[in-house]
């Protein structure tokens, strides 16, 4: 196989979309959709996360120390890629009607939609020129009851939640097939504005 030198990107790499859950001051939930997640070890599993620029979303994370990952799901995107791309200093970026509980372990809340769910606790955050890293402990996990059916294998279970990636700023289902570039599926989303 040959290869040739490209532009820097993370192209081709595909990544699992989360929407990371915050309380704002007032108390009502924030989400922001992120997919710059990954997972370290240190003598315990935990998730590494970077948002950079500006954000409601990291300025929370930064004042509670606290925070969900929520997995986004193929049925989850249009209101995933509406809270993608509508700033969270939008005041009625939430006015919509949303689902939550609050976090078994942490105040944080947590989208009922979303099958899989952390608990995430900052440990450390790294701050940089333009983003800010975030070390957390996983605190708590919340699946939904059928992915914890040992009767079923792995695919199975991955297959019933259709999780989202993202890469080339477009959004694919789990299969490969694409579901619309950034900023397309929110436009099916009924509370756009």
Same mark, same amino acid.
């Given at each position: $196989?040959?290869?040739?030198?490209?532009? %820097?990107?993370?192209? +081709?790499?595909? &990544?699992?979309? +989360?929407? #990371?859950?915050? #309380? &704002?001051? =007032?108390?009502?939930?924030?989400?922001?959709?992120?997919?710059?997640?990954?997972?370290?070890?240190?003598?315990?599993? *935990?998730?590494?996360?970077?948002? *950079? /620029?500006?954000?409601?979303?990291?300025?929370?994370?930064?004042?509670?120390?606290?925070?969900?990952?929520?997995?986004?799901?193929?049925? $989850?995107?249009? $209101?995933?890629? #509406?809270? *993608?791309?509508?700033?969270? #200093?939008?005041?009625?970026? $939430? =006015? +919509? @009607?949303?689902?939550?509980?609050?976090?078994?372990?942490?105040?944080?809340?947590?989208?009922?939609?979303? @099958?899989?769910?952390?608990?995430?606790?900052?440990?450390?955050?790294?701050?940089?020129?333009?983003?800010?890293?975030? +070390?957390?402990? %996983?605190?708590?996990?919340?699946?939904?009851?059928?992915?914890?059916?040992? *009767?079923?294998?792995?695919?199975?279970?991955? &297959?019933?939640?259709?999780?989202?990636?993202?890469?080339?700023?477009?959004?694919?289902?789990? =299969?490969?097939?694409?579901? /619309?570039?950034?900023?397309? @599926?929110?436009?099916?989303?009924?509370?756009?504005?």
């Amino acid at each position: $196989m040959s290869k040739k030198s490209a532009p %820097i990107t993370n192209n +081709f790499c595909p &990544q699992s979309l +989360f929407l #990371y859950g915050t #309380y &704002q001051e =007032d108390g009502t939930p924030n989400f922001g959709l992120f997919c710059w997640l990954s997972y370290y070890w240190d003598t315990e599993l *935990g998730v590494m996360a970077c948002i *950079g /620029g500006k954000k409601l979303t990291k300025d929370r994370i930064l004042a509670a120390k606290v925070f969900s990952a929520n997995l986004v799901t193929e049925k $989850m995107l249009p $209101m995933a890629d #509406y809270l *993608g791309n509508k700033a969270g #200093y939008e005041k009625d970026k $939430m =006015d +919509f @009607p949303l689902e939550t509980e609050t976090g078994k372990i942490l105040h944080v809340p947590v989208l009922s939609c979303s @099958p899989v769910s952390f608990e995430l606790e900052v440990s450390k955050s790294v701050p940089f020129n333009d983003s800010t890293v975030f +070390f957390c402990k %996983i605190r708590n996990v919340l699946l939904e009851e059928a992915l914890t059916d040992s *009767g079923k294998s792995p695919e199975e279970r991955i &297959q019933s939640i259709a999780p989202v990636l993202t890469t080339c700023e477009t959004y694919f289902s789990w =299969d490969g097939k694409s579901l /619309g570039e950034w900023g397309i @599926p929110k436009e099916s989303f009924p509370f756009v504005r």
